[in-house]
Each structure stands twice: as structure tokens, then as C-alpha cells.
């Protein structure tokens, strides 16, 4: 499964992405505690983060897939 980073969450991880070799589908507590083993960091983002697939925002039931693209987006706010 490959990871994207953006904003905060790509400073905390230091790299645009990384693959988290799986051969079985998640769900998105599976995924956060992959990501919070790999990238410590992460575990202060989570609360307000929300994870995309194919530019659409995860509901809390979705499966996530070896195949696919998944992308951690901390808040954002504009001025």
C-alpha cells in the first residue's frame, strides 16, 4: 500500500511517501498503527488527521487495500 504525505505529516515523516508491504486488506486503525509504528510522530496528528483514497475522505467503515493509494491529510486552515 502506498502512503502520501502532505503538510504537517510529511515534515513529521520527513519524505513525500513510503509502501507498507501488506498482502491483506485494513481498516483504518490497522493503517494509523502501521504508520504510528513506523513514524512515532504521527501519533500527535491523528485525531484531527484524515486519511483520502482516490481523492475521496475515508468514512470510518471503509477497507483499505494492498493495492491502494491512501493519503494522510493533517487540517488545514487558510486565511
Do not use: N
Not at 5 to 28: H, K
Amino acid at each position: 500500500m502506498k502512503v502520501l504525505f502532505f503538510a504537517q505529516s510529511r515534515i513529521i515523516t520527513g519524505c513525500e511517501s513510503c509502501v507498507l508491504p501488506t498482502e491483506a486488506d485494513l481498516t483504518q486503525p490497522e493503517l494509523w498503527s502501521r504508520l504510528i509504528e513506523r513514524f512515532p510522530g504521527l501519533a500527535a496528528q491523528r485525531q484531527g488527521t484524515r486519511l483520502a483514497r482516490s481523492e475521496s475522505y475515508l468514512e470510518a467503515a471503509d477497507v483499505l487495500h494492498p493495492e491502494d493509494e491512501v493519503a494522510v491529510i493533517p487540517p488545514v486552515s487558510g486565511g
